[in-house]
């Protein structure tokens, strides 16, 4: 697992998004294409729906500009299984904790049918 890095967010942040869709070398499309067979087969609950991928990063000490495209979601599961992957699907992750007026916090587990089940995740 890789290490998690917290860092303090410029005051100023940006997401652009790129309207040309994320092309991919034909080569890779084919081995999230095989990936995705072998998946569905064994769990064809998942759905290949649009995902935006980071493809650009700025950063300065007080902004910060993310510019974003189209890919798909087989191409962030192959990412997601296989480290160090040719042309990562680079998601931006958002993070929240659900206190309630009782100060408990809401935490739920994936389901059996989703791409990453039993993870554990704060509830909305």
């Given at each position: 697992?890789?290490?998690?890095?917290?860092?303090n967010a410029p005051a100023n942040i940006e997401v652009r998004f790129d309207c040309h869709p994320l092309q991919l070398p034909a080569v890779i499309r084919s081995k999230h294409n095989d990936?995705?067979?072998q998946?569905?087969?064994?769990?064809?609950?998942?759905?290949?729906?649009e995902v935006?991928?980071?493809?650009?990063?700025?950063?300065?000490?007080?902004?910060l500009?993310?510019?974003?495209?189209?890919?798909d979601y087989?191409?962030?599961l192959?990412?997601?299984?296989?480290?160090?992957?040719a042309n990562p699907c680079k998601v931006i992750y958002t993070c929240a904790?659900?206190?309630?007026?009782?100060?408990?916090?809401?935490?739920?587990?994936?389901?059996?049918k989703t791409s990453t089940p039993g993870r554990l995740r704060a509830g909305d």
């Amino acid at each position: 697992m890789k290490p998690i890095i917290i860092e303090n967010a410029p005051a100023n942040i940006e997401v652009r998004f790129d309207c040309h869709p994320l092309q991919l070398p034909a080569v890779i499309r084919s081995k999230h294409n095989d990936y995705w067979e072998q998946q569905i087969k064994d769990n064809p609950s998942l759905r290949n729906g649009e995902v935006f991928t980071m493809i650009d990063i700025a950063s300065t000490p007080k902004s910060l500009v993310i510019t974003v495209a189209k890919t798909d979601y087989k191409h962030y599961l192959y990412t997601l299984r296989h480290e160090n992957s040719a042309n990562p699907c680079k998601v931006i992750y958002t993070c929240a904790a659900v206190i309630t007026n009782d100060n408990q916090i809401v935490i739920g587990r994936m389901n059996g049918k989703t791409s990453t089940p039993g993870r554990l995740r704060a509830g909305d």
